[in-house]
């Protein structure tokens, strides 16, 4: 078993009565609420919760990224990562993640993971979220009949841009690049970083996981009873493919 400190970076200081005159902590918080000198406390006292944790022994931290939530304070989790990068010496770190479709370039991606895992000596963990309606289609503005084609396209750009060793041009359906050549290159190249896939339960992500032999990462806002339920499912899911119960593939 492997134990992993997860940090949100919710905004700690919403009123009292929120839930009474508030309809939401997504897409539409009034930005009245939000109080930039307070903030830069938050981040300050999140990062050494998350630095702590890397001192006293958890096998990684994790970050996450979200867009105009007040529960999750973290649009750019690189930022977060980098810093943790320089301050902690053996902890793995795991960015759960960046979500894929909302960047243009995708190598972007590449090239910002990369910088990670140099910077902190090869402790990156990849996480490509398919992402939320609420950060990829409201706040975004993404398509969500197109979210999951941008998204395998993106993530199949990312990874050759992270393996292939020559200067190539990508043609796809909604990026074209005639020059891919990023640096820096990540440390782990064996063949690439880690990738691991942040889902709420999708029976598409499952299988595609199965497919990528990727890590599924059920992230338990609801408690352990929904996410008993939800991984139950997803172990089914892999008995039928002809997977083993490995969490770690």
Not at 107 to 128: H, K, Q, Y
Not at 165 to 177: D, I, L, P, W, Y
Not at 199 to 215: F, K, L, N, P, Q
Request: negative net charge; proline residues 7%; contains cysteine.
């Amino acid at each position: 078993m492997k134990l992993m400190w997860f940090h949100l970076m919710p905004y700690t200081e919403l009123p009292d009565d929120f839930n009474q005159k508030h309809p939401s902590v997504w897409v539409d918080i009034h930005s009245s609420l939000f109080d930039p000198r307070r903030a830069h406390h938050m981040y300050n006292d999140f990062m050494d919760e998350l630095e702590f944790a890397a001192e006293v022994g958890f096998d990684a931290v994790c970050v996450n990224e979200h867009h105009s939530n007040g529960y999750g304070l973290m649009p750019s989790p690189n930022l977060i990562a980098s810093s943790l990068a320089r301050r902690t010496t053996d902890t793995a770190l795991c960015v759960m993640g960046n979500s894929l479709a909302l960047y243009n370039p995708p190598t972007r991606v590449a090239e910002e993971f990369a910088m990670i895992d140099c910077i902190s000596g090869g402790r990156l963990i990849a996480g490509f979220p398919v992402g939320s309606p609420m950060d990829t289609c409201f706040a975004y503005g993404q398509n969500p009949s197109l979210l999951r084609e941008r998204y395998y396209e993106a993530h199949d750009l990312v990874k050759k841009a992270w393996t292939e060793k020559e200067t190539f041009a990508f043609s796809g359906r909604f990026n074209q690049q005639r020059y891919v050549n990023i640096w820096p290159r990540p440390i782990q190249s064996d063949p690439h970083p880690p990738i691991w896939i942040p889902g709420g339960g999708s029976i598409e992500t499952w299988r595609w996981c199965a497919e990528m032999d990727y890590v599924y990462c059920y992230l338990s806002y609801y408690g352990y009873k929904a996410g008993q339920t939800t991984m139950q499912g997803f172990w089914n899911e892999m008995a039928k493919l002809g997977k083993d119960r490995n969490p770690y593939r």
